[in-house]
């Protein structure tokens, strides 16, 4: 994960230590290389620190679920410039729970090189060990008192954009293709069929099939407007993000645990950013626990198939098969293509 090779500074009770933080970042990459919960991860921290820091219980579980946002956030903003994103949308879960913030910036929308800009202090602070700088890269306001509405003003005066906003922030991001109005003089396109010709580069793996990349995902695709309220309604998500993992595109290469269908090829794949965005049909279906959404297009006779996983946070979706299929009976319709 690009993220990780370039952060190195966490802290304990505001006190760093190399040896600490290391051990932070090789649990860290084990975890998200594996998978697991949050829960697992503060266990796991404890014990690898048992020999540095005693601290509670609670106390861990806080570390690892700031830790884990954090870097998951920070790890986004790679993605969304690697698939040409340029703006993002910030969606809060609101409730009795929900912080003055996190309500305040509730569908705000920002520039990607926004967020690219915090990120690049919150870097350069962790590299010089600078408490101060660390603190005000990327402050924790929950604390503040304000009204539903916050002006561009204030946002800056605190600093912040890329969440989270504090500890236990729950607040998340999306990527913004639609044709809302934004509070900027510049100009967005149209829509993002264009833009995808214009503007975003097809993804290029070669890079990222081999094994020293250190890039381990990377945004394929994101959802339309009107496809992500009908997952939102069926899931209760807000994602419209698509996540694809070297380890999935590395399966479907030859020899590979679902190459199983060899018209599918680095090309088909290329054009993932189109067929998720302007797909013909979309079904749901769950598979134990877990929601998956099964996208077509394509002439009837020659279908793609993409199947894409809802992570358990429901913050994400991963790209989990992709081959020529026609449309299964056995799953729910909720979506199809308006014809012209």
């Known amino acids: 994960m690009n993220t990780l090779d370039e952060f190195n500074g966490w802290y304990i009770r505001d006190k760093f230590s190399k040896d600490t933080s290391d051990i932070i970042n090789r649990e860290l990459s084990d975890l998200l290389e594996r998978g697991g919960t949050k829960r697992e991860f503060a266990q796991t921290l404890e014990t690898a620190l048992e020999d540095h820091v005693t601290e509670s219980k609670s106390y861990w579980e806080l570390l690892a679920d700031h830790t884990l946002t954090k870097i998951q956030n920070m790890g986004h903003v790679s993605g969304y410039e ?112 264009n833009y995808l010709k214009t503007e975003v580069k097809k993804p290029d793996f070669k890079e990222f099939l081999k094994g020293n990349s250190v890039e381990k995902q990377k945004i394929i695709g994101v959802l339309n407007s009107k496809l992500s309220e009908v997952i939102k309604e069926k899931s209760g998500t807000n994602a419209n993000t698509v996540f694809l993992s070297r380890e999935t595109l590395l399966s479907h290469q030859p020899g590979g645990a679902n190459n199983t269908h060899s018209e599918i090829g680095l090309s088909d794949f290329q054009n993932l950013p189109e067929a998720l965005y302007n797909p013909d049909t979309v079904l749901y279906t769950k598979r134990k626990d877990k929601d998956y959404y099964l996208f077509y297009t394509g002439p009837k006779e020659k279908s793609y198939e993409i199947v894409v996983k809802l992570t358990a946070d429901k913050k994400e979706f991963y790209l989990v098969t992709y081959h020529r299929g026609n449309v299964r009976k056995n799953a729910e319709k909720i979506y199809e293509k308006q014809k012209d």
């Open 82 to 193: 690697t698939a040409g994103v340029q703006y993002v949308k910030i969606v809060a879960v609101i409730d009795n729970k929900t912080t003055p913030i996190c309500r305040a910036m509730n569908g705000k929308v920002f520039k990607v090189a926004d967020f690219r800009k915090q990120y690049d202090k919150i870097i350069r602070a962790a590299e010089k060990h600078d408490l101060k700088a660390y603190k005000a890269a990327q402050p924790m306001v929950s604390g503040k008192a304000m009204s539903g509405e916050i002006t561009d003003k204030e946002i800056e005066k605190l600093g912040i954009k890329l969440p989270p906003y504090h500890f236990r922030c729950r607040t998340t991001h999306v990527a913004y293709f639609e044709n809302e109005p934004l509070k900027t003089k510049e100009t967005k396109p149209e829509n993002f069929t």
